[in-house]
Each structure stands twice: as structure tokens, then as C-alpha cells.
């Protein structure tokens, strides 16, 4: 199944954005909590290190620990110089991406460490993590060792640790922080309360519908390739719920969301998060809304789509602040601020598929629709090079093999291009009626396929038995790839307008 439509593998990347493993961890919130790693290395430095530049008046210590499945990780642990002991400190958990480095996270862990934090960025892992395949229990291993690590820091209290998540992060810091007692607090940014395969739909759909794009093709035909991309296994952890995990936190939560975040549904997110922290006892918890803020809560000029390194003004006060009441013993209750978010379309679920949409019937009916129509061009071809040429039945069998063979090529070509340009902002081409002008054409072609399919039909019953048993194969197979073309494109919407 991994291999069915390879070019789909394309398609799972985001982004963007929160993407996902091919088996989603059942029971995150359940699962042991990893041996204690050993006692860390750590080398004091100053001025540059491996994760750029360290300002003059912060210190920054090398740190090595062991990750998920024992892997040795590297990391910097970033404090104000010359800080008082038994300061509070703070892990940050990236977002999607192999092997990100540490300097990703730079911006905010200055602005934290200057807030009187210690603060632990690391590289994160490729190994184990690709497009394809990614595991948010390694990837929690993985923050469980950092925290370890960073507990065990000179001047760090060791039960003021705690753990900052962007992102696909913020699927897998609760994780973690549901697993150990020695994670104080939780701040999540652009977190997600949908499972993965739902959000990075909305997404891609999302930055269509801001590009213009309506009808069939971002309501219909971008949702199912998302679903078979999953049921094919090429998309990580698509059914993930993050609901049990959330609800199982047992330490307060500082729970963040930049207004104009393109990437993380901001509307419905925080109120997934609200239901399940309070189904699972948990009051403690605080939902902040920034304005003129992205996915990542940093400045954006135009809206979300353009990221500005500045964070938004007050973030970097509101964790300093929050992890100081929190770390001395007053938790917030219950509180929500800012602007409201701006999110322009609902979410819409994503179950598996039926046996009869499912990856396996994809790959199917795409056998189906290449044999038949190809085989009719190719058949000629034979013949003409033998020079036993034979008049075809009608022309509209011609039509239905040419137009069906760019209609199934062309439309998952630019469905393809579609859902790897279409995170924040897409560009579908030229509009007409909210329909990119390709897609209209391959629309057009469907149309026109279906109505050669019955004109070769009618044609061949009228001819009898006139028509030669080798001519009878060949337009067996054209019809038969012309009657599975007619549910297969109404399944991707290019017979629905």
C-alpha cells in the first residue's frame, strides 16, 4: 500500500504545517515514562555556538542527552548572565521538520532567557522522522530527555522545569507532560485540539479559499486526496486524537494563538483544548489571543502570511510572567484574552475511507482508466506500423481516449500542485468564476469524456457484428475505462461544479 501513488507522498508536507506518522500512537498519554537519562554533559560558552549567536548578556552551556529509542541528542541551554539560583526553566519543542536546528528557536529563547528563564533549544531529529514517517511518542522521548537535562543545570530548580510547544509541537509537549511529574508547566503556541489529518486539510483548503478558489475543487477534491494520501500510509499519524492527551494534563497550561494563524484552525482549537484540560479536572489554564500575530505569534504584516522575525508585543512578557506565578505556587484559573481570532471556514472531518474510495480502489480504477484509454492509441499504433490501419468505429472513441488520459494525468498533476503550494497562501493560475481556469478545462474534458463514452457505446451496438473481434477488445477496454472514469470523477468533483 506505501507504494500506491508514489507522487502522493508529495502532497503530505506542509507544512506547513503541523503534518503527521503513518500509525498513530494509541494511548500517548498512557505510555511508560522513559528511564531517567544519565547526567549530561555541559560545556559553558560564550559568544557563538552551534546555534548562532548567544547576546552578551545571556550565558549558554552545551548540553548532550539521550532521546527516543536512545538517540544522542545536542542542545544549548541559554540563561541570563550571572542569574540568580533556583530560576524556573523551559524546554522548546519545534515544530514540523527533519532534523530543524536549534537556532530555529533562537528568537524565543533569548526573549524567554532574558524573562529570568532557563531555556534548552535543540536539534531536533532526522532520524526516525521523515515525510513519511514520524512517531510524536519518539518525538515526546525526545523532549522527556531535554527536560531531564535540563533539571539537572546548575542554578535551575529542578521542579520549575517545563516544557514550550509550537506547533506539530503542541501535539507533542502534552504528551510528554502527560507522562512525567517532572514537567511543572506547559505553553503551547499554534496548537492543535483537531488531529493532524483534519488540520493540515483545513489548511491547504484554507489558503485556497484565500487565493479565490470555491466550488467542487477545494470542498470536494482537495479533502479525499488528503483521506487516500492517509489510508495509503503516506501521511504520519493522520488520526491522532489529541483530546485524551490533553485531558490527562495535570499541570497548568499556558495555551497561545496569534489571531492570524493560517496554519492551526485559531477559532476552533482553543475551545477543543478548554473542553477537554476541564473534562479532565484541569481549571488551570490560560488562552491568549495576539493580535497582528501568525501561527507562530510572531508579527505579520499582511495577515498571516508573511512571518516577521519580531515576536508579537507582550508574548515573551506574558510566558516570563506566567511561569513566575506558576513556578511560585499561583496558577491561574480559567482565563481567556485578546482579540478574537480570524478563521474564515470550519474545519470539516476527515474519517477513513469507505473500501470503495479507499487507496487500494484509487489505485484500481487509475489502472483501469490508464489500460483503457491508453490502449486504444497504442493499438492504432500497431497497426499503422504494420500497416493494417482500420477505421475507427466513430471519432468520439478518439475523444474519449485523448480527453480521458489528460483528464486523469492532468487532475492529479494539479492536485498535487495544489496541496504543496496551498499552505498560508496557494496559487492556483488565473480565476474564472472562483474556478482556476485549469480546472475548469479538466472539468470541461470530464464532460466531454462522458458524453464521447456514450456516442462509442451507441456507435459499436449499431455496427454489430461488423466490427472485427480485435476492434471489439480494443473498445472493451476504452468503455470499460470510460464507464469507471464516470464515479471517479464525480468522487473528485470534476463532474460537480
Known amino acids: 500500500m506505501r507504494r500506491i501513488l508514489p507522487a502522493v507522498a508529495v502532497a503530505a508536507c506542509l507544512l506547513t504545517g503541523p503534518a503527521t506518522a503513518a500509525t498513530a500512537s494509541p494511548t500517548p498519554a498512557a505510555a511508560p515514562a522513559p528511564a531517567p537519562a544519565p547526567a549530561p554533559a555541559s560545556t559553558p560558552t560564550a559568544g557563538t555556538d552551534a546555534s548562532g549567536v548567544v547576546p552578551a548578556d545571556l550565558s549558554a552551556a552545551e548540553v548532550s542527552f539521550r532521546g527516543g529509542g536512545g538517540l544522542a541528542m545536542h542542545g544549548t541551554v541559554l540563561s541570563p548572565a550571572g542569574a540568580k539560583t533556583a530560576r524556573p526553566g523551559v524546554v522548546l519543542v519545534h515544530g514540523a521538520g527533519t532534523g530543524t536546528p536549534r537556532a530555529k528557536l533562537m528568537g524565543e529563547a533569548v526573549e524567554f532567557a532574558r524573562r529570568g528563564l532557563s531555556v534548552l533549544i535543540y536539534d531536533k531529529r532526522s532520524e526516525g522522522y521523515s515525510l513519511m514517517r514520524r512517531s510524536y511518542s519518539t518525538l515526546a522521548d525526545d523532549a522527556l530527555g531535554a527536560v531531564a537535562a535540563l533539571r539537572s543545570q546548575p542554578g535551575v530548580d529542578p521542579a520549575k522545569v517545563g516544557i514550550w510547544g509550537f506547533s506539530e509541537g503542541g501535539w507533542v509537549a502534552p504528551i510528554a507532560a502527560a507522562r512525567s511529574a517532572d514537567i511543572a508547566f506547559v505553553v503551547l503556541v499554534g496548537a492543535n485540539s483537531q488531529s493532524p489529518l483534519r488540520q493540515q486539510t483545513w489548511a491547504v483548503a484554507a489558503g485556497l479559499r484565500k487565493a479565490g478558489v470555491s466550488g467542487a475543487l477545494v470542498d470536494r477534491a482537495e479533502h479525499n486526496l ?109 482565563q481567556t484574552s485578546g482579540p478574537a481570532p480570524a478563521q474564515d471556514s470550519p474545519t470539516l472531518p476527515t474519517e477513513p475511507p469507505a473500501w470503495w474510495e479507499s487507496a487500494l480502489m484509487q489505485a484500481v480504477a487509475l489502472v483501469l482508466l490508464v489500460a483503457g484509454f491508453a490502449a486504444y492509441p497504442v493499438v492504432a499504433l500497431v497497426r499503422r506500423l504494420r500497416r493494417r490501419s482500420l477505421a475507427p468505429v466513430t471519432r468520439a472513441a478518439r475523444l474519449l481516449s485523448a480527453g480521458g488520459t489528460a483528464v486523469v494525468l492532468g487532475g492529479f498533476s494539479y492536485l498535487f500542485y495544489l496541496v504543496t503550494t496551498g499552505g498560508k497562501l496557494a496559487s492556483p493560475g488565473p480565476l474564472l468564476a472562483g474556478r482556476p481556469l485549469v480546472w475548469l478545462v479538466l472539468q470541461a474534458l470530464s464532460v466531454a469524456c462522458v458524453v464521447a463514452a456514450v456516442l462509442t457505446a451507441r456507435a459499436w451496438r449499431r455496427a454489430g457484428g461488423s466490427v472485427p473481434c480485435g476492434e471489439r477488445v480494443r473498445l472493451g477496454l476504452l468503455l470499460t475505462g470510460g464507464l469507471v472514469f464516470v464515479p471517479w470523477s464525480l468522487y473528485w468533483g470534476l463532474l460537480i461544479p
Do not use: C, Q
Not at 252 to 276: M, N
Not at 299 to 327: F, H, K, M, N, Q
Open 226 to 334: 488528503y483521506r487516500v494520501i492517509a489510508d495509503g500510509g503516506m501521511f504520519p499519524e493522520p488520526y491522532y486524537d489529541p483530546e485524551p492527551t490533553i485531558a490527562a494534563l495535570r499541570r497548568p497550561v499556558l495555551a497561545i494563538w496569534g489571531v492570524h494563524d493560517l496554519l492551526t484552525p485559531p477559532k476552533e482549537s482553543p475551545p477543543g483544548f478548554v473542553s477537554a484540560l476541564e473534562k479532565g479536572g484541569n481549571r488551570h489554564y490560560t488562552i491568549r489571543f495576539f493580535a497582528d500575530a501568525d501561527h507562530a505569534a510572531h508579527l505579520t504584516p499582511d495577515r498571516g502570511v508573511t512571518r516577521l522575525p519580531e515576536l508579537a508585543p507582550g508574548y515573551a512578557d506574558l510566558v516570563g510572567s506566567w511561569i513566575g506565578e506558576v513556578t511560585a505556587g499561583r496558577p491561574p484559573v480559567a
